[in-house]
C-alpha cells in the first residue's frame, strides 16, 4: 500500500469537518448561505456518513463537511467512505486528530491489483497531528492488507509451494528461521496432514512451515493458521457452490502470516514461533478415503468420518507440534466451520479459549481495537459426540449438531491442558462491501490479536 497518512507539518490542505449528528442543525444555521444551499443541493443530512463538498471564497479554497455519530470518539471506519468520494490530494481535520480513523481512511484505499488494473490508484493523503500513532496505524493498514491479498489470490496462483514462498520471504525480512517439512517426510512426524494433501498433483505437495524468531529468553508465543489451500472437499466432495470460494481456506493461514508479521516488524519481545499447515484437499487416487483410520503425531487415532472436514486434522498435528515446546500463549486462526457463521454470520470470528483471563483479555482487545469477538463454549458435554466405536475418536460428528463446538473439542485434544490456548473459527471473507473493507479476503480477529500481544508483551 501506498502511504496514505504523513505527518502534519502544515501542508497545504483540504480541511475535512467532521459533524456531530446531533448538532447539525446548529451547525447547519451557524453557516453562509453558500453554504447551506451547497449542503442543500448535495442532500447533507443528520445521518452518519453523509457527506458534502463546501465552497470556499476562492475556487480552490473548498472543504469536506462530514456527520458522524460522535467527533469526540471516532470508530476506524467514520472516515472511511470519503477516500472513495473525494478526489486525490491531502486532507486534514479541521479542529481535530484522526485518532481510531486513520486505520478505515487508510484501508479503505486498498484495491486488489494482481489479475487487473485499479481503475484508481491515485492516494488520498491525511495529515495527522499524532506522528506517534501512524506508524502503527499503517502497519495494521499493511497486515490486513497481506490477508486480503493472500485470500484474494486464486487457488492457481497460491498452492502450499506459494504459502511457503510468503513464509520465506517474511522470514528472510526478519532475520528469521524458516523450516520447512514437506512431502513424505510429512509421512510418520505429521501424518495427519500427510494424509489430507498427499492426493495433490506434483508441486502441491502438503508442507508444514514454521518461522521461529527472537529471544529465547523471551516468553515463548505460538501461532497456528490453517493453510488449506484450495478444498475440493476430498472424495466427500463439494457441490460446485460450495467450492468456489474455498481459495479462501487458506484464511486462518493469511491470519496467522500477518499477525507474525506484526510482531516481528514490532520487535516484540516475545519468542515466536508460528506453524502454518498447508495442503490442498484434492481428489486422486491418492485421497485419503471416508472410514480411514488415522493416526497422528500425538499418538491418538482418528477415524475420518468427513473428507471435508481436514482442516481440524492438519491443524491437530500442528498444535501438538506447538505444544510441544511449551509455549505460556498459543492461538490459533482457522476458516474452520460453517456451523459458525451459521451462529454468528461472517464478522464475528467464534473464539474458543481454555483459560478465562485469556478470554476476558481478548474480548477487551477486540471491543478497544473495534474487531469484535465471540466466545463460544468449550462445552465438556459435547466431548462424548466425538466418540469412535473403532479409534480414539472421530474427526466429525454425525447429526450436524454443535459443529463449531465440536471442531473446536476436537482441537482441545491436541493442546496440552497447561497452555493457554485461543482458537478463532473466522470467515476470512465480506460478501459485501463496506467503508473502508472492500469485498472479498478480509482480516477478522486480526487486530484484535494483535492488542493483545501489544497490551501483554510490549516494553512500557
Known amino acids: ?47 452518519p456518513g453523509k457527506t458534502a463538498i463546501l465552497p470556499g471564497e476562492q475556487p480552490d479554497d473548498w ?28 486532507y486534514r481535520l479541521a479542529g481535530g486528530t484522526p485518532g481510531a480513523a486513520k486505520l478505515g481512511w487508510a484501508t479503505a484505499q486498498y484495491r486488489f491489483t494482481r489479475y487487473r488494473k485499479a481503475e484508481d490508484d491515485a492516494s488520498r493523503i491525511l495529515l495527522s497531528s499524532e506522528p506517534a500513532h501512524i506508524d502503527e496505524a499503517l502497519r495494521q493498514a499493511r497486515a490486513t492488507a497481506l490477508v486480503r491479498d493472500l485470500v484474494n489470490t486464486a487457488a492457481a496462483d497460491l498452492g502450499p509451494a506459494e504459502l511457503a514462498a510468503h513464509a520465506r520471504q517474511l522470514a528472510d525480512r526478519h532475520g528469521a528461521t524458516l523450516t520447512v517439512t514437506q512431502g513424505r517426510e510429512l509421512e510418520s512426524g505429521y501424518p495427519m496432514i500427510h494424509a489430507v494433501g498427499k492426493a495433490a498433483a506434483k508441486g502441491r505437495d ?10 529465547p529468553a523471551h516468553p515463548r508465543v505460538a501461532i497456528v493458521g490453517k493453510g488449506v489451500c484450495f478444498d ?116 464475528l470470528p467464534a473464539t474458543f479459549v481454555n483459560d478465562d483471563t485469556l478470554a476476558a483479555d481478548l474480548l477487551a482487545a477486540g471491543i478497544a481495537e473495534h474487531d469484535p469477538l465471540w466466545r463460544m463454549p468449550l462445552w465438556d458435554g459435547y466431548d462424548d459426540m466425538l466418540k469412535s466405536d473403532i479409534a480414539d475418536m472421530v474427526n466429525a460428528p454425525e447429526g450436524g449438531m454443535a459443529g463449531a463446538v465440536t471442531a473446536a473439542l476436537f482441537l482441545r485434544r491436541f493442546v496440552d491442558p497447561g497452555v493457554a490456548w485461543a482458537h478463532l473459527d473466522t470467515f476470512a471473507w465480506r460478501a459485501a462491501a463496506r467503508p473502508g473493507r472492500a469485498k472479498g479476503g478480509e482480516a477478522y480477529g486480526l487486530r484484535a490479536a494483535w492488542r493483545l500481544l501489544r497490551d501483554r508483551y510490549a516494553r512500557p
Not at 508442507?207 to 521461529?212: G, N, P, V
Not at 493416526?295 to 475420518?304: A, C, D, I, M, Y
Request: net charge negative; aromatic share 2%; proline share 6%.
Open 206 to 215: 502438503p508442507r508444514l512451515i514454521e518461522i521461529t524468531w527472537g529471544n
Open 232 to 347: 475440493s472437499g476430498g472424495l466427500d466432495i463439494k457441490p460446485s457452490a460450495g467450492m468456489r470460494l474455498m481459495k479462501k481456506d487458506m484464511g486462518g493461514a493469511a491470519h496467522a502470516l500477518a499477525l507474525a508479521s506484526l510482531v516481528m516488524e514490532t520487535h516484540l519481545p516475545v519468542r515466536l514461533h508460528l506453524l502454518v499447515p498447508a495442503v490442498e484437499n484434492s481428489v486422486s487416487a491418492d485421497s485419503f478415503r471416508p472410514g480411514d483410520v488415522l493416526n497422528s503425531r500425538k499418538g491418538l487415532t482418528v477415524e475420518n468420518t468427513n473428507t471435508d472436514a481436514e482442516g481440524r486434522l492438519i491443524l491437530g498435528d500442528t498444535l501438538t507440534r506447538a505444544c510441544e515446546d511449551t509455549p505460556e500463549l498459543l492461538i490459533d486462526f482457522a476458516t474452520l466451520t460453517g456451523a459458525a457463521r451459521v451462529a454468528l454470520g461472517p464478522d
Open 63 to 90: 472543504s469536506v463537511a462530514t456527520v458522524v455519530a460522535d467527533s469526540t470518539a471516532l470508530s476506524p471506519w467514520c472516515l472511511a467512505h470519503l477516500p472513495t468520494l473525494l478526489p486525490p490530494g491531502h
Open 1 to 47: 500500500m501506498t502511504p496514505t497518512i504523513i505527518a502534519d507539518r502544515g501542508q497545504d490542505a483540504h480541511a475535512i469537518h467532521l459533524i456531530d449528528r446531533s448538532g447539525f442543525d446548529t451547525w447547519l444555521a451557524r453557516q453562509p448561505s453558500r453554504v447551506r444551499a451547497a449542503a442543500a443541493a448535495q442532500q447533507l443530512a443528520a445521518k
